[in-house]
Structure formats: structure tokens, C-alpha cells
């Protein structure tokens, strides 16, 4: 069976000294694992592991437009895959589905493999809006995109109210809910997607999120960046 994917979303946890050692006690990496380093030290992870992901792209391809990154040129140097729709970059940068969508069509567009971020706040969680919020996302997201296939699509379903809290849905809530993404976009785009899971995901916890069946694999922001957890969550998933 295909082990479960291993999304290490690095975000800006290191300096290059953090990132030469990382390289250096972890000399590979298993194929199931895609790295989402900073910008500037990708070239660094090029050079070592399979699959290097961007944490964000623009929506257009070239021009004057100071501190993006072009979908273009990252496939030109190598780059596989980008995450969009980052809860940090919906709520810090005010992305909105309309520009998470055009995002998602210029990397398509390009080849880059998306991997969308989606996700509910604490409040729609409370008030048992999820799979209505939810849903509002993939439609907008994903709206008049003729290039998404089962191949260039993950969803991360990451609850907002988890990400960086230690709090964390019961496997039964993530079950449920990885369903209906499935589904729902199964139902629209006549597609099978993975769907991975993110929202303080640890050494401590990834042997109990990995017996979820439906799931196809974890987003790890934070302890991705720590080596003796690296070390043991990748024994968990991949036995």
C-alpha cells in the first residue's frame, strides 16, 4: 500500500544555519515527503531531497512586481508543487478566494501541482458551519479551473482553531470531514483527490492521526523544521 504523503510546511522557522544542519543530518528524504522550505533557502533543499514545494506564488507570470514569485520560473528551476490558500496568508495577507483562485489557475497552468489549503474558523466550527464553509471554498477556489486532475490536486484540510494551538479535532471529526471534501468535490469536478490533514500535527500525535483510514496524509508545519521529530513521524508513517 502507498504510504501517506508528508507535507513539511517550514514557513519562516530557520535561519541558514538551521538549514545547512537540517541538510546535513538528514541527507534524504522517503518519496512521500514534499519540503516547503522558505523562498530563499529552496535552492539549498534542491539540491538534496525529490520534492521542493513553494509556500506561495503570485497570480501572473512575469512584470514588475516586487517580492512575488513567478509559477514560470519556479517550474524552470525545478519547484513541483506550491501551496495556496494558507490560513496565514487568508488571514495575515487578506487573501480571498478570488485571488486563492486565480493562484490556483496560473500554477496549473504551469504545471506546478497545487496543493490547496483549506480550512474553518473556530466560530463556524462552534456553530457547526464547517461543511457549509468548507464547501464555499472549494467552489470559489477551485471555480472555472479546466486543468485540475486527481494528479496536480491535494486538498489540506486544516481547521484554523488547530493550527499552532495543540488543539486538535477527535479522529472521528476529521474523518467526517476529510468524507466530505471528497465527495464534494467528486460530485463538482468528477475527480478523486488526496486529502491530508494539518493542524498541529507532532511527533506526539501522528501515530493516532495515522490510523484515520480516509486520510491521505499530513500537513506538518512547525515540527517539520525539528529533526528528532522528522526522524520519528516518518518511522510512524512509513513504517
Known sequence: MENKLMIFNMKMYMDISDVKNYLNEIPSLPDNVIVCPEMMYIPYFLTRY??????????????????EVSARHAKKMGISYTVIGHSERRTYFQETDNVINEKVKIALEND???ILCIGELLEDYEKGNTEEKLLSQIIIDLFDNKKINSDNLIIAYEPVWAIGTGKVPTNEEISKTVEFI???????????????????VNASNIESLNSINNIDGFMIGGASTKIDEVDKMIKVVNG
Request: no cysteine.
Open 50 to 67: 525529490q520534492k521542493i514545494s513553494l509556500q506561495n506564488i503570485y497570480s501572473i507570470n512575469d512584470g514588475a512586481y516586487t517580492g
Open 112 to 114: 506546478l501541482k497545487v
Open 182 to 200: 471528497k465527495n464534494s468535490i467528486k460530485e463538482r469536478y468528477g475527480i478523486s483527490v488526496k486529502v491530508v490533514y494539518g493542524g498541529s
